[in-house]
């Protein structure tokens, strides 16, 4: 049976990560990759789920000085299929939890 899009998205939830340490050692490889990947799940702790946003709404929900660089990591995600971004949205798929799986409690 083929795997549906979005299963992986609907049992692991923002909150079951471990976000105490980042997400440091991740195959994302570089450090501004994991540090905008964590910035995505805590955007996702504060929605209660897997939410769309936009670039504004990222900026909003950081806790840092964010740059404009972070918009062009943001696009690579898509294509590299980590996130996908309709009408201006970015919102995860499944290959982007598998990605950071070892962080999940």
Same mark, same amino acid.
């Given at each position: 049976?083929?795997?549906? /899009? ?29 540090? =905008?990947?964590?910035? =995505?799940? +805590? ?12 670039? /504004? /709404? ?36 499944? /290959?982007?939890? +598998?990605?950071?799986?070892?962080? +999940?409690?």
């Amino acid at each position: 049976m083929p795997k549906k /899009e979005g299963m992986i998205k609907a049992l692991i939830k923002p909150k079951d990560f471990d976000l105490r340490n980042g997400f440091g050692g991740s195959l994302l490889g570089k450090s501004e990759k994991e540090t =905008i990947a964590c910035n =995505i799940v +805590v955007i996702g702790c504060k929605a209660g789920d897997w939410t769309p946003f936009t670039w /504004e /709404e990222y900026q909003l929900n950081c806790n840092h000085s964010v740059t404009n660089s972070e918009q062009s990591y943001l696009d690579g995600f898509v294509a590299n299929g980590l996130m996908k971004k309709q009408n201006d949205e970015y919102s995860i798929t499944d /290959e982007f939890i +598998v990605l950071l799986w070892k962080f +999940v409690r």
